[in-house]
């Protein structure tokens, strides 16, 4: 865990509701695709909780869903804007055991936590399919980043306005052998009644703190009680008492 | 060179600034950022006689200037603390701590209590009668003069450690209730607990909430602290612990005015990780800036003349 003073390099819109930010700062923290980083949000008295997308020694990437005022105000930063962060939280994804065909499911800002996982197993010559789930067309993101991988890319909209007309249960019908998903709570929910094999599933809860001490964000397992924050955001599959 | 001590109910602090409990565990996730040996001392998690849960999520809200919580007193029982937490919060802090005490009745408070009273790690107990997020105990006890004189009476005759009773602000008159607690033995107060509140949802239109209402802090609550601890200082001879919406050495400085002996900070640890080691850290530059030179000597200093 780290606290350090990140620079806005770039911050582009992706949709009409998501952005991608491009930070300058020492990432050294960040070990494992899946972990997140606090963000202070200029005016807010709480930090902002962001899955990191992508990471490089000095290269950090978001992708934030405008849906309160500590996003919208995020979002509508300009480069140059300096940012305080708590970089290396979480446990992040397991990827030492992975199998052959492993199935990544995003849905809605669930999408961009993926990207750094797709990007460690497809380095790893792993064939990586990646199902994004979004509400309509308009709302589609880093399609284009996850195909650039070499990841098979399928997209499922509620509406069927692109892709398949379907959800993220839908994409449990593609050949795979393990699963990872991030998304509503609702949608993974539903993945981790329906899939019988080995799962993890990265989970959103409100925080205080980030960092384990404040037991605000306390989601109840068959092990017991467990801070999403320090003892997640990734849990394996059939554990979650949703 | 400026003398930061101050002494809290017979034991030395080497600065007054002491993390409030609920908001630093047991100090482990605090020693992964810094040496937590800087502090004064800290309050450890409320603590039940049973493994606790708390209430159901989202039990996280955020305010203007502070942030509302529904934790509702999670933690993994006594025996769990005083054979888990205590021996590995040993390895990372060397001072004597504080242990809040709570529960759901008069029994219970003491038995918790008794057990803290034999660990040597524990300096003091802080019992616990003003959280406002457990139902049928906790804030019950700290809302009426004879249930606070009751179970202070009772928890005093149960320890040889020095007791502070810590108060909720959610009463009509704060200062009845710490006179209550003074003469039933508390031999010093800590004041404020979290302000009850609520936040709606305009989306869902429901509270924010699960629990429906939380307990307010951080800077917002800062100003009211500042008044019910001067209030209670008129009131008592005890020393007091005073708390709410601290975040500053500056915030550290008016709050022992009003009549703090030490001062505990929240909901800012939560915030920023370093926030007391960057309050202690700056707190003896704020001293030569407004004068002082023995913080001791200033408690109560906006009573005087
Ligand atoms: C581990 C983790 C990773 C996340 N990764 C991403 C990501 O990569 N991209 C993205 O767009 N969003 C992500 N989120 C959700 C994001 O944190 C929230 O959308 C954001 O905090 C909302 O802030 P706000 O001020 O706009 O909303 P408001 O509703 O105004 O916020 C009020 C309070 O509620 C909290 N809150 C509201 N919604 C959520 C939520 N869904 N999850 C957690 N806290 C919430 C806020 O942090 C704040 O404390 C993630 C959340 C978590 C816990
Ligand atoms: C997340 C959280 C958990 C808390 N848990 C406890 C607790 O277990 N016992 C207790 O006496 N006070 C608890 N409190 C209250 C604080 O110790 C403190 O009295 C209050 O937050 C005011 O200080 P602040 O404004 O600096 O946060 C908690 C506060 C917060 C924010
Ligand atoms: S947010 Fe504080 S413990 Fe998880």
Redesign the interface.
Known sequence: MLQSTFTIIQSKALTASVQELKLKGDCSAITVPGQFVQVEVPGKFLRRPFSVVDWEENLLTLCVRRSGRGTDILCNLDAGTELNLLTGLGNGFTTRHVTPLPLLVGGGSGVGALYALAKNLTNRGKVVSAALCFRTAADVYYVNQFAELDAQVYIYTEDGSIGEKGNALDALELTHSQLFACGPLAMLAALDANEELDAQFSLEARMGCGFGACMGCTIETTEGPKRVCADGPVFPGGVIQW | MVNTTVNLCGIDLTNPVIPAS????YG???A??YDINCLGSFSC?GTTLEPR??NP???????????L?S?GL?NPGIDHVVSHELPKMAEVFHKPILANVCGFSVEEYVQVAEKFDACEQVGWLELNISCPNVHGGGMGFGTSCESAAEVTAAVKAATTKPLIVKLTPNVTDIVSIAKACEEAGADGLSLINTVMAMRIDLNTRKPVLKNLTGGLS??AVFPLAVRMVWQVYEAVSIPILGLGGVSSAEDVIEMMLAGATAVGVG?A??????ACKNIIEQLPAAMEKYGITDLQSIIGGAHHG
Not at chain 2, 22 to 25: A, I, L, R, S, Y
Not at chain 2, 57 to 67: K, L, T, V
Request: no cysteine.
């Open positions: 609920g908001t630093f565990g482990l996730e605090f992964k950022f998690k849960i708390g999520a989202p039990r996280i809200a955020e305010g203007n200037a502070g942030m919580n934790v999670q951080g800077p909901a640890n939560l915030k920023n990780p370093f």
